[in-house]
T-cell receptor, first 112, second 111 residues
Framework: SQTIHQWPATLVQPVGSPLSLECTVEGTSNPNLYWYRQAAGRGLQLLFY??????ISSEVPQNLSASRPQDRQFILSSKKLLLSDSGFYLC???????????FGPGTRLTVT | AQSVTQLGSHVSVSEGALVLLRCNYSSSVPPYLFWYVQYPNQGLQLLLKYTTGATLVKGINGFEAEFKKSETSFHLTKPSAHMSDAAEYFC?????????FGAGTTVTVRA
């Protein structure tokens, strides 16, 4: 069966510090991968998605970037965090030919 | 563009009562529709999905939803609420591999 992992589970970072969140999927190959952010009062916002290694599409202009160095690894990064980057970050995957997405447990990021 | 609207940001029900969460969609093509549940500080869990075929879809935890094309709706129901149903529920529609989510409905269950 497939599983999706995210780490860290929680993170407190000062403004201006760098960020790296990691997501890995097991039990499937060549998945589509997604990064979402949930911020208070703003619902679920799609940040990036990837259909393959090195292929990243950005949905909104922002202070963040994403990379996919391996088939089942998706990384969310920032060089300098802003207060507005605080939120709950969710990674999701979708199998080829599927319609539904499956979500990881999330990372709670607080920028202070 | 595809979108969904969830009617009611908060719903409060008594334990054992019917749970009804409303979702209306907008789509220029036959939609693929989903309901997800999120418990505090957890990721989203797929409750059920409609892609093609039977319009009454059964999901996990006793939930079901009915796709009504004429009403552009995909309402979620559960006949008898349990305390464990307290969570936030999201309706979503799929387009080109991406999901567009509603704003969510928080369900509170009263003992």
């Amino acid at each position: 069966s497939q599983t999706i992992h995210q780490w860290p589970a929680t993170l407190v970072q000062p403004v201006g510090s760098p960020l790296s969140l990691e997501c890995t999927v097991e039990g499937t190959s060549n998945p589509n991968l997604y990064w979402y952010r949930q911020a208070a009062g703003r619902g679920l916002q799609l940040l990036f998605y990837s259909v393959g290694i090195g292929q990243i599409s950005s949905e909104v202009p922002q202070n963040l970037s994403a990379s996919r160095p391996q088939d089942r690894q998706f990384i969310l990064s920032s060089k300098k965090l802003l207060l507005s980057d605080s939120g709950f970050y969710l990674c999701a995957w979708r199998g080829r030919g599927w319609y539904e997405q499956y979500f990881g447990p999330g990372t709670r990021l607080t920028v202070t | 563009a595809q979108s969904v609207t969830q009617l009611g940001s908060h719903v409060s029900v008594s334990e054992g009562a019917l749970v009804l969460l409303r979702c209306n969609y907008s789509s220029s093509v036959p939609p693929y529709l989903f309901w997800y549940v999120q418990y505090p500080n957890q990721g989203l869990q797929l409750l059920l999905k409609y892609t093609t075929g039977a319009t009454l879809v059964k999901g996990i935890n006793g939930f079901e939803a009915e796709f009504k094309k004429s009403e552009t709706s995909f309402h979620l129901t559960k006949p008898s609420a349990h305390m464990s149903d307290a969570a936030e529920y999201f309706c979503a529609v799929s387009l080109l591999g991406k999901l567009s989510f509603g704003a969510g409905t928080t369900v509170t269950v009263r003992a």
